[in-house]
């Protein structure tokens, strides 16, 4: 059996989104999605450059694919290619499940889960005010509670341009401890709360920070350093009984054994950012042989939510899915993330939970018609650019 | 100071395989740098836009200002291709620096360190068109090289480009690969350097068997003995032989170089056109120093990326010796735009028995002719390394 690649397409999509169609010689058509928000150009094109490799080779060679696609120019890595790769290994992954008239899962071992946990942002970057007060935090923690989430998430930044320097005053570690008490107060005990750092600490404030948070319940502190400093993640864990977690700035395998041994215990790879279905399931069978979890990392549309999904599935180490159907509304985008389905109810939330998606192939169907109304020709988003008091640039 | 404001980021495909970058300033000054990622083209080039996108008309700084633009401005950075964009508008805005200042790009990092910069050849035919290359004919180029003055040559595995290792060989392969080196030292004699790049092409269990057997012939370094990023898996590697392991052509951040001095190699080889440009090497090269580990610059670009890596050499003390292609594409057969076309007075890309001269032009040292170099950029550029396949149909490293 073999299905012969015969194009590979980019779809930029508004608000900011990159999917891809792999069309093959059988009519089988498969969609990927990457997810490196701030390169959408560039990663299109390193999508087209490995077209070029992919054209009239046999799809469902998908493994031997992915090495050539990952491997074969030489230079490797990143999360251009990671994200490039991604997007078309999960296109690939799409076509074999169709193929076979199977979901992902069923093709990779079978569902070890029947629904998926996720959780939801209630930090509101695009659509809200400056500045959000701690009241405004815990009052959407309590709207996304009331839609029967059981987990959420903050992130701590509180304005464009909250930049962080290497030695931060008290207040500021207090600021972070007042939103995270304040939240956390705002929610029932049966939910769960996740702190995202972002990155923007040195090494020495996040250590003041998590020692400050020792007495709260948290899901995870997501970032509370960048994660290429895999050195300084190992003194952090030892200060702090927290979950730490990071993964979406890690782009291949290698990248994430480097944050294991540095005693994180939530992997957060991102499905396409990381080399897609198939480097996703190494990483997460290696982060079983280091009992960590996989908490998928997914900040962009339906196309890679569903492949997440997916994957969810067959993940024994599975810990929750992040996920932006909540946040990604129609009201406040123009579109929302459910409308490129031809069923749109098949990423609706049940009670906290993404019921496991039994159409074949990443389970989710596009509506053409959809992509043609909402192209996004701008194809570039740049985050704020943040500077510091004295003028110094700050990372976002 | 005043670093003017940047006004346009333009970049080219230049053949046989380069991309090079433009900047220009408000205040009239034009910079030039090279990005080492040839098989990423068309991507490198998109990067450079992206990233020309914050810089472009923005109140910047310096390098150093801009290099953390480059690199972090969009959250996401490091990578091949993204550090590989970052270098080139790196290199560009150190050229303009030096511009202003009117001196050598070497004179702003300290001065010179040294009074020539060793280099070394390439024992190969890679780009030949050739289907087998025979121990006898890489043994001849090596004379050949010794004879126009170099001191030192390099050569590789396996001969022939498009020929893949199998994860453990048999021993007559293993022999051949051993008497390739023997061959070359035997034709050369030992007063001439010789290093051996693997380039990643042994496994793990291949390399543990092969690099004992290499330690009669007194190589310089062995080369990328195992694939990056298995930094870990190097150490276990280094602990096998007594000569001196290098690497770092394929790692584009600070921290996988300091992993990588942990890990035991003794000579980094940052390529100045795809880690980060100056800045960057910098970093490296004096976190090296801490270390008593020797820097020899990657690399297998053009003109313009050589002539920054001679910059960084000439003030750089830890350096000791650069690689570099300029006999390799000298010949017009395979390679019609030659190396030198677009770059007036190439004085600074000269060759003198086997070391380069400084020279006192200002910025990177050579003054490009913009309307050579822009009758020969094309947007078809297309290189990439050949699709190596093992005997059983799977992929191999190339």
């Given at each position: 059996m073999s299905v012969r690649v015969r194009s590979v397409r980019c779809h930029y999509v508004k608000p900011r989104w990159l999917f891809v169609e792999v069309e093959t010689a059988e009519g089988i058509t498969g969609w990927g999605e990457a997810a490196v928000d701030p390169w959408h150009r560039t990663v299109g094109v390193a999508i087209e450059e490995l077209g070029e490799t992919l054209i009239g080779r046999d799809a469902l060679r998908i493994e031997d694919n992915w090495q050539s696609l990952a491997h074969g120019r030489f230079y490797r890595g990143g999360p251009v290619i990671g994200a490039a790769v991604g997007a078309i290994d999960t296109a690939l992954w799409d076509i074999a499940g169709k193929a076979a008239g199977v979901p992902v899962y069923e093709l990779l071992g079978g569902p070890v889960r029947h629904r998926v946990r996720a959780y939801s942002w209630i930090t509101m970057d695009d659509v809200r005010t400056d500045n959000p007060t701690n009241e405004e935090y815990a009052e959407n923690a309590r709207l996304r509670q009331s839609s029967g989430m059981s987990a959420v998430k903050a992130s701590y930044g509180r304005s464009a341009n909250d930049a962080m320097t290497s030695i931060e005053a008290p207040g500021r570690v207090a600021d972070i401890v007042d939103l995270v008490h304040a939240v956390r107060d705002a929610l029932d005990p049966t939910v769960d709360l996740a702190l995202d750092l972002h990155g923007r600490c040195s090494k020495g404030v996040a250590k003041q920070v998590l020692r400050a948070l020792d007495d709260v319940h948290l899901l995870f502190v997501e970032e509370p350093i960048l994660p290429e400093f895999g050195e300084a993640w190992r003194e952090i864990a030892s200060i702090t009984r927290l979950p730490l977690a990071t993964g979406e700035r890690s782009h291949t395998l290698a990248d994430f054994k480097s944050v294991l041994n540095s005693g994180v215990t939530v992997l957060q790879p991102d499905i396409g950012g990381c080399g897609g279905i198939s480097e996703m399931l190494r990483i997460a069978h290696l982060a079983q042989q280091y009992d960590a979890t996989i908490a998928p990392h997914w900040a962009c549309g339906p196309i890679g939510l569903a492949a997440s999904l997916q994957m969810a599935c067959i993940v024994p180490n599975f810990l929750i899915q992040e996920q932006g159907v909540d946040y990604y509304?129609?009201?406040?985008?123009?579109?929302?993330?459910?409308?490129?389905?031809?069923?749109?109810?098949?990423?609706?939330?049940?009670?906290?939970?993404?019921?496991?998606?039994?159409?074949?192939?990443?389970?989710?169907?596009?509506?053409?018609?959809?992509?043609?109304?909402n192209s996004w020709p701008a194809r570039s988003w740049i985050p704020p650019s943040m500077r510091t008091a004295d003028g110094s640039f700050a990372n976002w | 100071m005043d670093y003017g404001k940047v006004i346009s980021i333009d970049s080219y495909l230049l053949p046989p395989r380069?991309?090079?970058?433009?900047?220009?300033?408000?205040?009239?000054?034009?910079?030039?740098?090279?990005?080492?990622?040839?098989?990423?083209?068309?991507?490198?080039?998109?990067?450079?836009?992206?990233?020309?996108?914050?810089?472009?008309?923005?109140?910047?700084?310096?390098?150093?200002?801009?290099?953390?633009?480059?690199?972090?401005?969009?959250?996401?950075?490091?990578?091949?291709?993204?550090?590989?964009?970052?270098?080139?508008?790196?290199?560009?805005?150190?050229?303009?620096?030096?511009?202003?200042?009117?001196?050598?790009?070497?004179?702003?990092?300290?001065?010179?360190?040294?009074?020539?910069?060793?280099?070394?050849?390439?024992?190969?035919?890679?780009?030949?068109?050739?289907?087998?290359?025979?121990?006898?004919?890489?043994?001849?180029?090596?004379?050949?090289?010794?004879?126009?003055?170099?001191?030192?040559?390099?050569?590789?595995?396996?001969?022939?480009?498009?020929?893949?290792?199998?994860?453990?060989?048999?021993?007559?392969?293993?022999?051949?690969?051993?008497?390739?080196?023997?061959?070359?030292?035997?034709?050369?004699?030992?007063?001439?350097?010789?290093?051996?790049?693997?380039?990643?092409?042994?496994?793990?269990?291949?390399?543990?068997?092969?690099?004992?057997?290499?330690?009669?012939?007194?190589?310089?370094?062995?080369?990328?003995?195992?694939?990056?990023?298995?930094?870990?898996?190097?150490?276990?590697?280094?602990?096998?032989?007594?000569?001196?392991?290098?690497?770092?052509?394929?790692?584009?951040?600070?921290?996988?170089?300091?992993?990588?001095?942990?890990?035991?190699?003794?000579?980094?080889?940052?390529?100045?056109?795809?880690?980060?440009?100056?800045?960057?090497?910098?970093?490296?090269?004096?976190?090296?120093?801490?270390?008593?580990?020797?820097?020899?610059?990657?690399?297998?670009?053009?003109?313009?990326?050589?002539?920054?890596?001679?910059?960084f050499n000439f003030a750089t003390h830890n350096c000791v010796i650069q690689e570099q292609g300029l006999e390799y594409y000298a010949d017009r057969q395979f390679f019609p735009t030659g190396y030198l076309d677009y770059i007036r007075e190439p004085h600074a890309l000269r060759l003198d028995q086997g070391y380069f001269l400084p020279s006192n032009t200002p910025g990177i040292g050579v003054e490009i002719d913009e309307e050579a170099l822009l009758a020969v950029a094309r947007d078809e550029n297309y290189w990439r390394p050949p699709a190596v396949r093992r005997t059983d149909g799977s992929v191999a490293e190339w």
């Open positions: 509304t129609a009201a406040d985008f123009g579109v929302g993330l459910c409308d490129y389905l031809t069923d749109p109810t098949a990423l609706q939330l049940r009670d906290g939970y993404f019921p496991a998606l039994t159409r074949p192939g990443i389970g989710v169907d596009i509506d053409r018609d959809m992509l043609r109304a | 380069w991309i090079v970058v433009r900047v220009e300033t408000a205040d009239g000054y034009v910079g030039w740098g090279e990005a080492g990622v040839i098989s990423w083209p068309a991507t490198v080039k998109s990067a450079i836009g992206e990233i020309a996108s914050l810089i472009v008309g923005e109140s910047t700084g310096g390098p150093s200002d801009v290099w953390a633009i480059a690199t972090k401005g969009r959250g996401y950075g490091g990578g091949a291709a993204l550090m590989s964009a970052a270098s080139a508008i790196d290199q560009a805005l150190w050229d303009i620096a030096g511009r202003r200042a009117g001196m050598p790009i070497y004179q702003l990092l300290g001065g010179l360190v040294r009074d020539r910069v060793r280099a070394y050849a390439w024992l190969t035919l890679d780009d030949h068109g050739r289907d087998v290359v025979t121990i006898d004919e890489i043994a001849k180029l090596a004379v050949e090289r010794v004879a126009m003055g170099f001191t030192a040559v390099k050569t590789g595995y396996p001969r022939s480009a498009d020929k893949a290792l199998e994860p453990i060989e048999t021993l007559a392969k293993t022999r051949d690969l051993v008497d390739q080196v023997a061959a070359i030292r035997d034709a050369v004699g030992p007063q001439i350097g010789l290093a051996l790049d693997i380039h990643s092409r042994c496994s793990v269990a291949m390399t543990k068997l092969l690099l004992p057997m290499l330690e009669p012939f007194g190589l310089m370094w062995i080369e990328e003995p195992i694939a990056p990023p298995h930094i870990g898996v190097t150490r276990e590697v280094a602990g096998h032989t007594g000569v001196q392991l290098a690497t770092g052509e394929r790692y584009h951040a600070a921290p996988d170089f300091n992993a990588l001095i942990d890990a035991g190699m003794s000579i980094l080889q940052p390529d100045l056109n795809n880690v980060g440009g100056i800045t960057q090497a910098r970093r490296i090269a004096d976190v090296a120093r801490a270390h008593n580990v020797a820097i020899a610059p990657h690399c297998s670009a053009g003109p313009i990326g050589l002539a920054v890596s001679l910059q």
